[in-house]
């Protein structure tokens, strides 16, 4: 299955990243690599198996309702690229 | 034509858990600063690993039973994404096809008896982070303000099916749900504080054609109030658009308080894109049967059954017991002050106590905007009350002056009596000279009395009442009176 120029330029709009011509060619490439795999590996009968959503056979890892502090403002914002009323400031992003 | 309104509602309520959903952070940011309830969990920083939160899910999954849902053996979290910047990670954690509980259903009233309402699913997920939208007052630049206290804390989703009627059983069931919420105390279902939120999905079709016309969501609904008003308009406007032969179109439209209307929001591009998928780092949840049943056992006394016990226990009416039952708070300060009460008859002592909360307190309540959990008298200085116009001290009208006063000041009954005067006057020797006045005043009326007009002596009590502001006890007065008559 290729993927067409329309739908990563999609995707990586979902993403928020910038993709130019040269951009698209090498990921519609290299995305339909991927999907291409999964072709193969959709081909196994599983008839009879039950769907996995984790690899690992873990469940119920869960924890007590405690509360423990939290970090400290000055660390919270450490990374902000902008900051302004203790918050992280952010482009206006429209509904 | 005749149109059928179909209304489906979502709700999300904030569990009071102490921690949030998947990290140690405290819920209680209520009056923090901002971003001072957060860790890198909250922050989505790379590596690390949220687990969770056992209280939540125990939260969940009795709420789930409250209404009647099957909780699912096996389920798991998904990643929702969308770029939006109230969430940090790029998605929220949330349950996508295995939820945990599904196919349930709430009664509410309607006339005549109680219609059942099915709830789709009761899932778990978190909440988002807040913003504030701001524009630099110099370029004129729109910006946002990001505090992720929020985020993160444990918020319940409950879905209905598209069974509601009208605006009205869409409050029913709104009020129905933060009731049973409230009396199993996993939220405190305050919607102008915003920890019970909800969207609705509405639209109108021909009666009885089941096919449906386009589904419109309405958001920003901040109260019951809000929520019955942006319905009622939603109905009208809808119905408009057809009756001039015009076309719905599904769509997002937000509630605007000040115009009295929903105005159409621009739709979010590529807003139902969400590609979900299995949250790779929290692994599936297995809830065992035995750990269901521990939580039915749990359940406290929800409000139908405490509803159907007043009426079967108290003889209280239906819509009495309603009203009594719609609140925990207000049900338990019902049954606490007839625990207090001392002796006479259950059904009486009920009645009476039920037609003081359903009267005056509710009165009061309205006027001040207040509820009882805010009450300033308590069970036993109602009932204090109530027995001072048991033993004749205190008439029913003045009683209701006395209790206003105690809902002010929080007050105690025999204090305000006392300090006002308003004690009722039934010894015989200290009315005597009134009525002797009243019956020499009023020739005419003693006159017609004796012709047999009953009607006569009626306003020569009223005239003994007057005369003593109300104070005297009308029945002495009668008695006093009709013996004098009598004697001539």
């Known amino acids: ?50 769907p996995t959503s984790h690899p690992v056979a873990l469940s119920n890892v869960i924890r007590d309702d405690e509360a423990a502090p939290s970090l400290l403002p000055g660390e919270v914002l450490a990374n902000a690229p902008r900051e302004e009323d203790g918050c992280f400031r952010v482009r206006a992003v429209l509904e | ?76 979290f998904d ?56 524009t630099e007052p110099a370029t004129g630049e729109t910006y946002s303000l990001v505090d992720v206290n929020r985020a993160g804390v444990p918020l319940m989703e409950i879905v209905s099916e598209p069974d509601l009627r009208s605006p009205e059983e ?31 999905n509405i639209s109108i079709r021909p009666m009885g054609n089941g096919g449906s016309t386009a589904k419109v969501e309405v958001k920003n609904m901040n109260s019951f ?59 599936p949840l297995t809830i065992s049967r035995e750990m269901v049943e521990e939580l039915r056992s749990r359940l406290p006394e929800l409000p139908d059954d405490r509803r159907d016990r007043f009426m079967s226990q108290y003889g209280l009416s239906r819509y009495d017991a309603n009203l009594l039952t719609a609140s925990r708070a207000q049900a338990d300060y019902f049954e606490s002050c007839l625990e207090l009460f001392p002796g006479g008859e259950g059904e009486k002592k009920a009645k009476t106590v039920a037609n003081w909360l359903l009267g005056e307190y509710a009165r009061l309540f309205n006027v001040t905007e207040t509820e009882i959990t805010e009450c300033r008298v308590e069970p036993r200085h109602l009932v204090e ?44 020797s200290e009315l005597e000279a009134v009525v002797a006045q009243v019956l020499a005043d009023n020739a005419q009326a003693v006159a017609d009395y004796r012709q047999g007009r009953e009607q006569a002596l009626k306003f020569m009590v009223g005239q003994v009442m007057r005369a003593t502001r109300g104070q005297a006890n009308p029945q002495v007065v009668n008695e006093m009176l009709v013996k004098k008559l009598e004697e001539g």
């Not at chain 2, 998605?91 to 709430?106: E, K």
């Not at chain 2, 069931?173 to 305050?190: A, D, F, H």
């Not at chain 2, 009208?397 to 009596?417: C, D, L, N, Q, Y």
């Open chain 1, 1 to 50: 299955m290729r993927l067409s120029r329309e739908e990563v330029q999609h995707i990586a709009l979902l993403a928020r990243l910038g993709v130019d011509e040269a951009d698209l060619q090498k990921f519609s490439e290299q995305l339909s690599n991927i999907l291409e795999n999964f072709e193969i590996l959709q081909k196994v009968d599983t008839t009879g198996v039950p």
């Open chain 2, 1 to 76: 034509m005749e149109y059928e309104t179909v209304i489906g509602l979502e709700v999300h309520a904030q569990l009071l858990t102490k921690s949030k959903m998947f990290c140690s952070c405290s819920t209680d940011y209520a009056d923090a600063p901002p971003n001072t309830h957060v860790c890198p969990v909250c922050l989505g920083m790379p590596g690390v690993l949220p687990t969770i939160n056992r209280q939540a899910i125990e939260y969940a999954i009795m709420t789930a039973l409250a209404l009647n849902c099957t909780i699912a053996e096996h389920t798991r």
């Open chain 2, 79 to 134: 990643r929702k994404n969308y770029p939006y910047p109230d969430l940090m990670k790029g998605y929220q954690i949330s349950q996508y096809d295995n939820p945990l509980s599904h196919d349930g259903w709430l009664a509410i009233e309607v006339e005549g008896g109680e219609r059942r309402i099915g709830i789709t699913r009761v899932h778990q997920e978190e909440d988002v982070a807040k913003l504030w939208h701001r």
């Open chain 2, 170 to 200: 869409a409050r029913q069931y709104l009020m129905k749900l933060r009731s049973i919420l409230q009396y199993l105390g996993v939220s405190t279902g305050n919607m102008e504080e915003g920890s019970f939120r909800c969207d609705a």
């Open chain 2, 225 to 283: 109030k809000a929520v019955y008003r942006a319905l009622e308009y939603e109905v009208e406007r809808q119905r408009k658009v057809l009756e001039k032969g015009g076309k719905l179109v599904q769509e997002t439209r937000g509630w605007v308080e000040e115009k009295g209307a929903t105005v159409s929001q621009r739709s979010k591009e590529y807003a139902h894109d969400y590609r979900y998928f299995p949250e790779p780092d929290l692994p």
């Open chain 2, 385 to 428: 009350m109530l027995g001072l116009i048991g033993e004749g001290t205190l008439s029913t009208t003045m009683a209701k002056a006395v209790f206003e006063e105690m809902f002010h000041s929080g007050r105690r009954a025999p204090e305000i009596v006392q300090e006002k005067g308003l004690a009722q006057v039934s010894a015989a």
